[in-house]
């Protein structure tokens, strides 16, 4: 891990500003490994010990929200099987993040790591209803009847009832057709199963939204740092349904 000003580590401690730290290090009270500390000085969280007014503190971690495009081929996971590369082998930083709303090794599509485990909780649990939105590619056109019984909610083959959920005909594909579909709840392989049983194929499966964060032009296998405006919207839209 890069080393870290002080002040920085100071103040994600909660001892207050960076201002306010600067000056408890002139006054003699910070210390680093037994020895006093100085301003501007760098430390690295991990093996400095750092304490203040003879107490060791620990910095709490900074936040981290990033917006990954999932590949097919790759695993929702932080640990490997079988030797299969997995969304922490595409995203290379030093905190510790936990995907939020995993896909299935041959899905793709939008997927959100974080170490903010209140926002992953309100973002995933069914009572909080967020809604999720996906395109397929099926092997073919489903009829009208079929589109209804899916938007009013399928028994699966393990006895799950789905959900109402919005679906619609999106765009034709040679002899396949991608179909939208908007949930509020995430059952195992629910989307593939769900066309199973009315006698469908999903080719391809892609989550593109997440509340309001969007996978938009995101190339397959990259990633990126939310900006401050979508942090606001996810945490605005998991308050809202939290309330």
């Not at 100071?10 to 002139?26: F, P, T």
């Not at 006054?27 to 690295?44: C, E, F, L, Y």
């Not at 990954?68 to 510790?96: E, F, H």
Request: aromatic share 4%; proline share 7%.
């Amino acid at each position: 891990m890069p080393d870290v000003r002080l002040q920085k580590i100071l103040a994600q401690a909660g001892l207050g500003s960076r201002r306010a730290c600067e000056g408890y290090i002139l006054a003699g009270r910070v210390s680093v490994n037994g020895q006093p500390a100085r301003i501007g000085m760098k430390v690295d969280p991990v093996s400095d010990q750092v304490a203040f007014d003879g107490e060791p503190i620990k910095a709490r971690e900074e936040s981290v929200y990033i917006l990954l495009n999932k590949p097919p081929g790759v695993l929702s996971s932080l640990r490997s099987q079988g030797g299969l590369p997995t969304i922490r082998d595409l995203v290379p930083v030093d905190a510790r993040i936990y995907p939020v709303g995993r896909l299935d090794k041959n899905s793709e599509g939008l997927i959100l790591l974080t170490n903010d485990g209140v926002l992953a909780n309100r973002l995933t649990h069914p009572r909080f209803e967020h809604e999720k939105e996906y395109r397929l590619l099926l092997n073919r056109k489903p009829s009208a009847e079929e589109l209804e019984r899916w938007k009013q909610g399928l028994t699966l083959p393990d006895g799950f009832h789905t959900g109402p959920a919005r679906v619609w005909i999106a765009s034709a594909e040679g002899r396949g057709v991608w179909v939208g579909v908007i949930l509020k709840e995430g059952h195992k392989r629910q989307l593939r199963e769900s066309a199973r049983v009315l006698g469908l194929r999903v080719q391809r499966l892609q989550r593109i939204r997440m509340g309001p964060l969007e996978l938009a032009d995101l190339k397959p296998g990259a990633w990126r740092h939310l900006l401050p405006g979508e942090i606001k919207d996810l945490k605005s839209a998991a308050h809202t349904r939290s309330s």
